[in-house]
């Protein structure tokens, strides 16, 4: 995807999701499941054989007690219950044929997430002009997965629930309707109280897990830097940083063993108040012959057999698992949803293209020691400008500053004299372009890659520009503009992808180019006519130089050392700077290029 400018990445602290969320998360689990009527639908014939033992175990029992065991006839009473033993032969069969027709459902939504994830992650990075956050997919795609644990497993634990109390309430209200009056009022208070209990629950489970990421985010941050805290002498405040984490995580650990006691209450209502009401009232009723001893039995098995470990699942690991899955796809759907324009939309106009940089200050990390400090630089509009220095000194940094995606914590980048951050996305992106190392093509035709900033652009515009870049014969190549790209991750090379997008950009109307390392892959050659295809275009090219000849090239040289930095032509800076001079040495081995 192409390579343009944007605003700054925002900070990717962890927090916890709000109502409108969570619904954004159920509505991505509902996309996820939309083609999985199917599936459900076998698992729902297979759920009704495996309903059966649930169904008529109270039966069965009161059968075996009133015609066998209690009317002398022990070998009737065996068989009912043998026949019971059969019942779940059936339900343990019909568990096993679901397994297939779970993973129907589970996998397609896996699979639509990670579709999902990569497609958002893609528009954010050619969207932004950043580099594809590579880290961030990777831990959304730990998320996926542990979205599609957590539905399989609710499927294997929250389903048969479902069933069972459904089971066992219709053969109660069967067997003994003065029973059922006596369990299900309870138990229905039980069931109304618990989507109630549920949501104050699951924010507490919430808190613990934004807690949990807390603490890891906050030693990830203290072992990434304990270079400088140990030179700062900062142990004290990194402890107390981590320390204050790990107190969050621990009272939001209490908090949720506190709500246990709502578990039980649960349980206690649903499930044991009914027990005590039929053995109290039921044993008077047996007394009265209103109720046999069997059905009396039979519906204590309902309430101890299925009701009590139903309520017990469904206010345990059930609500601790939808609690997790609530979580993980809020967090999902934030990742996945569309980037949002802002809603002030910035300076619409700009009065020129000169690049200032005032006084620029920029680390990573408010405690890490600047990459760059107060660097000042004017870049007038045609300038062409190539950075230089040792690896690792700032040059990329630079680069995004001035691009605007990324915000200095000192001084500022100004745009025709208007600070780079107040200018509006969509003018941005059309004035500053920013051609980072990774190139971005996508899957589709060779002309909607090359014509994704400029979907103006005329044939004899796109030949123009391939041209000027060397890229006709591998258009041609690719079978002409409308030919589609199918992968391009592996039916183009590094060189061939960074080739589109050079062709992309020049046929952009940006005024400002932004290469940075942007020509890597190509031959010395192809870089040459590359640079040479930007600085004869109108505008303002800077060029983050990895070959010296992109130095000797330019008509200014930034040298970028350390906390300092000198500015020059070529010349200049070979007679007058000894680092410089150093660089171009190091630069030229015998016989290499320059
Ligand atoms: N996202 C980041 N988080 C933390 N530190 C970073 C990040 N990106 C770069 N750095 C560090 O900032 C310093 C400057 O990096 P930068 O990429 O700007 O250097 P560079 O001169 O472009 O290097 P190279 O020539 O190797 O590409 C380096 O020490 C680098 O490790």
């Known amino acids: 995807m192409p390579s343009t400018t944007a605003a700054p990445a925002a900070p990717t602290t962890p927090e916890a999701p709000e109502p409108s969320e969570s619904s954004d998360g159920l509505r991505l689990l509902r996309s ?13 014939g297979w759920s009704v054989l495996e309903a059966a033992p649930a169904l008529v175990s109270g039966w069965v029992t009161a059968a075996a007690l009133d015609r066998g065991f209690l009317a002398d006839r022990p070998v009737t009473g065996v068989a009912w219950l043998a026949l019971l033993g059969v019942l779940y032969l059936v339900r343990a069969v019909a568990e096993r044929a679901m397994f297939p027709h779970l993973a129907d459902i589970v996998e397609p939504l896996r699979d639509h997430l990670v579709r999902r994830l990569v497609g958002a992650t893609l528009a954010e990075a050619a969207g932004r002009g950043l580099a594809l956050d590579s880290a961030g ?11 599609r644990g957590l539905v399989g497993t609710l499927l294997r634990t929250a389903r048969p629930l479902a069933v069972t109390l459904l089971a066992a309430i219709a053969g109660l209200a069967t067997l003994s309707p003065v029973a059922a009056l006596l369990v299900l009022p309870p138990l229905l208070v039980a ?31 203290v072992l990434g830097a304990t270079r400088d805290v140990a030179a700062l002498g900062a142990r004290e405040h990194a402890a107390g940083v981590v320390g204050a984490a790990a107190r969050e995580y621990t009272s939001a650990g209490v908090a949720v063993a ?37 059905a009396l039995v039979g519906a204590v098995t309902y309430v101890t057999g299925h009701l009590v470990p139903a309520l017990q699942t469904l206010t345990g690991s059930v609500g601790e698992y939808w609690a997790q899955l609530a979580t993980t796809l809020a967090r999902l759907a934030t990742a996945t949803a569309p980037a949002r324009e802002p809603e002030s939309a910035g300076i619409e106009v700009l009065d020129g293209t000169g690049l200032e940089a005032d006084r620029l200050t920029f680390g990573y990390g408010p405690h890490a020691e600047p990459v760059l400090r107060d660097l000042s630089l004017t870049i007038p509009p045609g300038d062409h400008l190539a950075v230089v220095g040792a690896s690792g000194i700032g040059k990329s940094t630079l680069a995004s500053l001035l691009a605007g995606l990324r915000t200095p914590g000192g001084g500022e980048v100004r745009i025709g004299g208007v600070p780079v951050g ?74 061939e992808r960074q080739l589109l997008v050079l062709v992309r950009v020049h046929l952009s109307p940006a005024r400002v180019v932004i290469l940075d390392e942007a020509t890597c892959h190509l031959d010395p050659v192809a870089e040459a006519r590359a640079e040479a295809a930007f600085a004869t275009r109108p505008g303002t090219l800077v060029v983050v130089a990895h070959r010296l000849a992109s130095a000797y090239r330019a008509r200014r040289v930034l040298l970028l050392d350390g906390s300092r930095a000198a500015l020059g032509t070529h010349a200049e800076l ?16 015998p016989g290499g290029e320059a």
């Open 422 to 495: 107040e200018v509006g996305r969509r003018v941005r992106s059309e004035t500053i372009a920013f051609v980072p190392q990774e190139a971005y093509v996508f899957a589709g035709t060779v002309r909607e890659n090359l014509c994704y900033l400029n979907p103006a652009a005329e044939d004899a515009d796109l030949a123009s520009s391939a041209r000027a870049l060397g890229a006709t014969e591998l258009v041609e190549r690719l079978g002409g503009y409308d030919a589609e790209i199918d992968d391009p991750a592996t039916g183009l090379s590094s060189g």
């Open 258 to 294: 506190r709500f246990g006691v709502v578990r039980v209450l649960i349980v206690l209502l649903g499930g044991h108040v009914p027990m005590l009401a039929l053995l109290v009232a039921g044993s008077l009723m047996v007394a009265d012959g209103g109720i046999t001893a069997g």
């Open 574 to 589: 070979l007679a007058g700077n000894r680092e410089y001079a150093g660089l171009v040495g190091h630069w030229s081995p």
């Open 191 to 221: 069931l109304a109280v618990f989507p109630l209990s549920l949501r104050a629950v699951m924010r507490r489970r919430r808190e613990v897990i934004i807690a949990e990421e807390r603490v890891s985010v906050e030693i990830g941050a």
């Open 32 to 44: 996820g499941l939309r083609g999985s009527r199917a599936p459900a639908t076998r698992i729902a």
């Open 137 to 147: 997919v990777s831990r959304l795609t730990r998320q996926v997965e542990s979205v």
